[in-house]
């Protein structure tokens, strides 16, 4: 088993990851990439790295044929599988084993039967392991699925049996439409994952997510190394992880880490896994499923361990004995991690794509990134760009440490979350402890984007009117007159006047706010500056016209609203819906002529593994539907159009 050169068959921050520890370790990386990724980190933080297909993840990341001779041609004689794509895919470890290759994870076998949701639960229940009653049986149709979810009760929730990270999933509420939630997950789940195969649970109430993380070598050996908190969700999509989980003792962590490692035990399973629980009040848990794989977050189990997991990976998979024993193991303080995602979360968390501007990680905690300035964000995958993680003492040791780090952190360039895992870590109920997987739609159920304060938005203008300066050869610069300048953050208008003085600005705002503004140094993207008194310094970036700024912890776009830029927004603004990003349409709901409802469904578009609505903004009739199903298309591109109904045609 001995192998020397590891191909990662991944991409983004987990490829780097890896390839941080191997050649840590001495081994030779290799990285495949997709034509989208050619300069991606990865690919250049690999010994060597080659090209498998176009952006298309079916003709790159899950081309099996394409890594495989990757391996072969660059005399890779191990492959790590890392986390999506082909890492829980049991004919790709068995293509590797037949291929020669050390395949660093668990047997075909265990991953074929904890891939499926609904062969590892009855596997579980085989083992006495605590699961969600439910339906998990092989006769799929529609009508058997119906009669079952109304046996078990409301809420129940739709599980794709071969899914994960959320999708092709539903949760129906009592009188809800379990018929279109079947159909939904359905179709998410043959798009996402190839197989329309689903369960039925009944929903736990308000419980938390807890996980336990496991590993076993080839000699029988199978331990624990504690469990983490992964309650704070959106779209049944981990934000927020932490470790240990602040409603777990001892007592309960014995008793569900036992649990996690029977299952281990029971497929004779080998390697990193985790063994993923439903908590509820009352410390009862359930199994929810099995992942065959590292975890997005296992870096807060290193950080409470000092353990190096991907290094535990290499030494299993090449034939080593763990290291440790279940009574060695032990933990020190407390780590959370965030997941840093190009979407917009005032924007119901629409995936971004979109070029870097600006990114500045944090040297104060730990950062898992594959992003560079300079570089596209595509639409072709996950929109998880980075995970920022602290250790403290203690818990609010590390919730302190975490959220200066993500504070210090700058991504500019298109909207992404930090701003809202700011205001996540700040809220009492995080701060407590006490949060489960109902916080999100119980503490934002629709989160407001921020508007920047007043030293912000004159921090802007003085930069908008420098940066407009040396555009037009310094004419405005040798004006001491005031100049006015349309500023503009999303819809919202701000006319300001800015004036230079000697030793600075004074910026005249809307509603009669005036700022007295001075640039104490300004370069490579930073500027610290003096507003009204108060000295703190910022971080931003030009794309062509557009100022993006980071300021205590909030980053906003502004702009200069001209003739030109009014004239594109008149021709947008003609009932045409547009598409948020690049992607495929994978179902046209409507046609030309149809009478539409405001929010009624038109086109579903698939991009960043997820599907999105375009939906009437009006109530009124579809007069074009420019695309049809399987097309691909571009950001902005027209969907369809819609006229909006008018008072006479209402009567």
Not at 249 to 258: C, I, P, Y
Not at 557 to 576: K, N, Q, Y
Request: hydrophobic residues 45%; negative net charge; glycine residues 10%.
């Amino acid at each position: 088993m001995t192998f020397t050169k590891v191909l990662i068959a991944n991409r983004g921050e987990i490829a780097c990851r890896i390839m941080a520890t191997a050649q840590s370790m001495g081994f030779e990386t290799v990285a495949v990439y997709s034509q989208a990724d050619e300069a991606a980190p990865h690919v250049e933080m690999a010994d060597q790295a080659v090209c498998i297909g176009p952006a298309p993840v079916a003709e790159s990341y899950l081309n099996v044929a394409a890594i495989l001779d990757a391996a072969a041609r660059t005399g890779a004689d191990a492959v790590h599988p890392g986390y999506g794509f082909l890492a829980e895919n049991a004919a790709f470890a068995q293509a590797c084993l037949d291929a020669g290759l050390t395949f660093i994870g668990p047997s075909p076998q265990a991953i074929e039967l904890m891939g499926n949701k609904r062969l590892a639960k009855l596997r579980m229940a085989d083992a006495d392991v605590p699961c969600v009653p439910g339906y998990s049986g092989a006769d799929q149709d529609d009508q058997v699925l119906l009669a079952e979810g109304e046996k078990i009760g409301f809420p129940v929730m739709v599980k794709a049996a071969a899914g994960g990270g959320g999708r092709g999933m539903r949760l129906v509420e009592p009188g809800g439409d379990l018929a279109a939630a079947i159909s939904g997950a359905r179709s998410e789940a043959e798009n996402a994952f190839g197989s329309g195969e689903l369960i039925l649970e009944k929903a736990v109430v308000e419980p938390r997510h807890v996980e336990i993380q496991i590993f076993a070598d080839q000699h029988g050996s199978c331990i624990h190394l504690g469990e983490r908190d992964c309650s704070i969700q959106r779209r049944h999509q981990k934000v927020v992880e932490e470790a240990p989980s602040p409603a777990v003792d001892s007592v309960l962590r014995e008793k569900m880490g036992a649990a996690a490692v029977a299952a281990a035990q029971a497929i004779d399973y080998t390697g990193a896994g985790t063994v993923e629980f439903l908590l509820g009040a009352d410390g009862g848990f359930f199994f929810l499923e099995m992942n065959t794989r590292l975890q997005v977050e296992h870096p807060v189990t290193e950080m409470i361990t000092g353990l190096d997991l991907v290094a535990w990976q290499l030494d299993v998979a090449a034939g080593k004995p763990l290291p440790l024993t279940q009574a060695e193991i032990s933990f020190d303080g407390h780590a959370i991690e965030v997941r840093l995602y190009a979407e917009d979360p005032y924007a119901d968390f629409l995936p971004q794509t979109g070029r870097v501007v600006v990114w500045r990680p944090s040297g104060e905690v730990r950062v898992d990134t594959g992003i560079a300035e300079g570089q596209d964000i595509s639409p072709f995958y996950d929109p998880m760009v980075a995970k920022v993680i602290a250790h403290g003492r203690d818990r609010e040791e590390a919730r302190r440490r975490l959220l200066r780090g993500l504070k210090d952190t700058a991504l500019l360039g298109l909207p992404n979350n930090r701003g809202f895992l700011i205001d996540v870590l700040g809220h009492a109920n995080f701060v407590d402890g006490s949060a489960t997987t109902a916080f999100i739609p119980d503490y934002f159920p629709d989160p407001q984007r921020p508007i920047p304060d007043l030293a912000q938005r004159a921090l802007a203008a003085v930069l908008l009117y420098r940066h407009s300066a040396q555009e037009h050869e310094g004419w405005r610069s040798a004006s001491p007159l005031a100049v006015t300048i349309d500023l503009r953050f999303g819809d919202a208008q701000c006319p300001c006047r800015v004036t230079p003085l000697g030793g600075g600005y004074r910026v005249g705002l809307a509603d009669d706010e005036t700022a007295e503004l001075e640039l104490l140094s300004l370069g490579d993207g930073l500027v610290r500056f003096r507003c009204d008194g108060i000295s703190q310094a910022a971080c931003f970036g030009f794309d062509g016209n557009d100022l993006h700024l980071d300021l205590a912890g909030h980053s906003h776009c502004f702009f200069e609203f001209t003739p030109e830029l009014a004239a594109v927004r008149e021709r947008e603004s003609d009932g045409r819906l547009l598409a948020p990003m690049a992607g495929r349409i994978v179902a046209v709901r409507s046609e030309p002529g149809d009478t539409v409802a405001k929010g009624q469904i038109l086109v579903i578009l698939e991009a960043m593994k997820m599907e999105h609505e375009i939906k009437a903004p009006s109530d009124g009739v579809v007069e074009a539907i420019a695309v049809a199903e399987g097309d691909q298309v571009e950001p902005k591109q027209m969907l369809a159009m819609v006229a909006a109904a008018t008072a006479d045609a209402a009567a």
